[in-house]
């Protein structure tokens, strides 16, 4: 009898696309759960990605096409999405003083504020979704994902 997960594909063809479909439905089912942790605070997972990456960046702060380079999920419009954070006081951008073209974005006070607060329910959350996967496998799923993301040649046309 299959798994629920081979139900779950049972269009696909090969192994590489049942990998690939499976690894897609996971990651939208626990996104849609950190959603669910972020709702309260009124922050779409991509503005948290966002206010996580300008954390991180500290008071330097980044140009927007290096923020792009750092999400988790590509968004086609990252100035819009900045400009909504701007707009409830999480983000302050300046244009640089040497390239006039290049405007640098940086977390606010209040950002950091709700970071904190945000941190240990995702946390939390994280653990949960995890539990009953032992660390040895764990470490081996980071693995395999990385090596996923590797690319040694350019892909055949």
Known sequence: ?????????????????????????????????????????????????????LRGAGPAGLACREIAGRMITRDPDITRLLD???????VSRSRERRDRRVVT???????ARLLKQLDEPVSSLHQWQFRHIPARRLRLLVSLLEQA???????PE
């Open 1 to 53: 009898m299959p798994g629920k997960a081979q139900l779950e594909v049972r269009h696909t063809r090969s192994l590489e696309s049942e990998a690939f479909v499976l690894l897609l439905r996971t990651a939208d089912a626990l996104l849609r759960e950190v959603e669910g942790v972020l709702k309260n605070s009124g922050l779409s997972q991509t503005q948290y990605n966002v206010l996580r990456i």
């Open 84 to 90: 909504r954070l701007e707009a409830r006081g999480l």
């Open 105 to 111: 974005s940086r977390i606010t006070a209040q950002a």
């Open 149 to 155: 993301r590797k690319r040694d040649r350019a892909r």
